[in-house]
């Protein structure tokens, strides 16, 4: 074993025995240079670089889980109920921010051949995963740079599974306003939100409701009221209980009738 991961080992086993109160506050010591959650620059390029960088050998296969394989899995499942929703039955397009390796567009390319699909991710090994088992078209990009990077593409439907609950909420009002204008038809996101801009986990300082994670931030946010505050009606439904995991709990789909 390298080194730094008995370190890391050393370092759990040792933490495991102290009291969590007395653990959230030695970490909050040493991570003394994190963001101020206000500082919605910085936590930007916090949270880019945190998706960005050359990710561990079980990122791809974590977050395409099998699909394409006969054993079941919620993942699998998950893609499956999404691929099902209404709004992709006549839709001839979508786009899928934050796709990753491309699990839900895969399941989407099966249940509707015919469909013209587009995903983004700032992870290059994802995007080199979906590239090599879906039929689209793949963008190495930062969702914080939704309207450079996309240009005038257009389709029926844009959507997220997951993915803004790891942007900082002062930048979604813009993002959203983003995907109006890239979708004909629906808005569909599959998140967790709540009304207070929760953050569920991240730096100890933060005071995350969940897990302390460092610089893995995750919120729930609220995007209710970031959809009303833009005009957008919507409908909002809870994800199947046996699909909810950690980050998609919540549908919210968005009508826009043009």
């Known amino acids: 074993m390298a080194p730094h991961a008995m370190s890391r080992g050393l370092a759990r086993r ?16 040493l991570e003394r240079s994190a963001p101020d959650p206000r500082d919605v620059e910085r ?28 054993a079941d899995s919620v993942g699998k499942r998950r893609s499956e109920w999404l691929a099902g929703l209404p709004v992709f039955r006549d839709a001839a397009s979508a786009l899928e921010l934050g796709c990753g390796p491309g699990r839900n567009l895969w399941v989407l390319q099966r249940r509707h051949p015919a469909m013209a699909l ?10 080199a995963h979906a590239r090599s088992r879906v039929r689209g078209t793949f963008l190495v990009g930062n969702l914080y740079d939704l309207d450079r990077l996309l240009g005038d593409t257009r389709v029926d439907v844009v959507f997220t599974m997951g993915v803004l609950i790891h942007l ?6 813009a993002l959203v306003d983003a995907m109006r204008r890239r979708a004909r038809r629906t808005l569909v996101f599959v998140e967790q939100v709540s009304a207070t801009n929760e953050v569920v986990k991240g730096p100890a300082r933060w005071r995350p409701t969940r897990r302390v994670t460092g610089d893995y931030i995750q919120w729930s946010p609220d995007l209710p009221a970031i959809l009303a505050g ?6 909002r439904s809870a994800v199947p209980i046996e699909l909810q995991a950690n980050g998609g709990r919540d549908l919210l789909v968005v009508p826009l009738g043009r």
């Open 230 to 235: 833009l005009g957008l009606a919507f409908e």
């Open 168 to 173: 900082h909420p002062a930048t979604l009002p």
């Open 14 to 29: 040792v933490a495991a025995v102290l009291p969590r109160g007395v653990r959230v506050r030695l970490r909050a010591l």
């Open 118 to 127: 587009f995903g983004v991710d700032i992870n290059p090994e994802g995007i």
């Open 43 to 70: 936590v930007r390029d916090v949270t880019s670089r945190q998706w960005a960088r050359p990710a561990s050998p079980r990122y791809v296969t974590s977050y395409w889980d099998d699909v394409d394989g006969p």
